[in-house]
């Protein structure tokens, strides 16, 4: 049997640190992709050795393991889900995607010591091409939305590595509360939302930010440099904090030349080969 899943990596636009609060989030795939194929054998392993502690936890059965992926490492775009919805999806196969969102969860905080939400892994096997996924995270509730045409985002590399398996960060629960609340507001303000009025709200996301305590100086500056471009109607660090990529959204593609408007992917998929 050879099995063979393909994952998309995740941007969020907006509602960051609401997963593990009950809050609000609004992600899409984007089609750059990480694949892992598996090959089954008569006994043993090979492949990398935390691809291999991942596989085992997950239940996987004798087989040679392999990793594709342009997906960056350490930049905001979830390479470490995608890496462990598809070890979920090649040791275990199709599930309701709930079910394999919930397991690879579970292998990235066992194995790679991540304290990470769902947002990352219903993003991934829930997306839609050309659609946005409004996550309720109160009861996993997500409602698949047309991406406005005329929303264009790209990413800019802060050229700032983060690991958050040893990430502290430190923000006390009335901080964390009032982050959760006000980001829900943005949330449902940015569906109907203008390009103009949406890159205010990122703006306001990532001041947010900031006060949670999860963003550096150093980012806060080549924001506020980027943000000064015309044409540029706002930016914001994306992801769990601490570096990675920005999130720009901008008028058009000639706006910040060097970098390509963002696409969006369909689901997860999982091939099988008997």
């Not at 790209?154 to 690991?163: A, E, M, P, Q, T």
């Not at 080549?222 to 015309?230: A, F, N, T, V």
Request: charged share 20%; proline share 5%.
């Amino acid at each position: 049997m050879r099995r063979r899943a393909i994952v998309p990596a995740r941007i969020n636009i907006i509602g960051e640190h609401t997963d593990y609060s009950g809050g609000l989030s609004l992600p899409f795939a984007l089609d750059c992709h990480l694949t892992v194929e598996a090959v089954e054998r008569e006994e043993g392993f090979t492949g990398d050795e935390i691809v291999i502690q991942l596989w085992k936890s997950s239940g996987g059965w004798p087989a040679d393991i392999s990793i594709k992926s342009n997906i960056p490492i350490g930049k905001g775009m979830s390479s470490s889900a995608a890496l462990c919805v598809g070890i979920v999806l090649c040791s275990q196969g199709n599930q309701v995607p709930l079910q394999v969102a919930q397991e690879a969860q579970r292998i990235e905080h066992e194995i790679l010591g991540t304290p990470c939400g769902l947002l990352d892994q219903l993003a991934m096997l829930n997306a839609k091409k050309g659609h946005i996924s409004l996550i309720d995270f109160s009861n996993l509730n997500i409602k698949s939305i047309p991406l406005p045409e005329n929303w264009h985002f790209k990413l800019v590399d802060s050229n700032i590595h983060r690991d958050l398996s040893s990430t502290d960060y430190g923000a006390n629960s009335t901080e964390l509360n009032r982050h959760v609340m006000e980001e829900n507001i943005r949330v449902n303000e940015s569906i109907n939302a203008s390009p103009e009025e949406l890159g205010g709200l990122l703006n306001q996301t990532h001041s947010s930010l900031i006060s949670l305590g999860v963003s550096l100086p150093e980012i806060d500056k080549k924001l506020e440099s980027i943000r000064m471009i015309e044409g540029v109607l706002g930016a914001r660090m994306m992801g769990g904090g601490f570096g990675g990529m920005l999130l720009v959204l901008v008028n058009d593609s000639d706006v910040l030349p060097d970098y390509p408007l963002l696409s969006s992917s369909g689901p997860a998929v999982l091939e099988e080969f008997l």
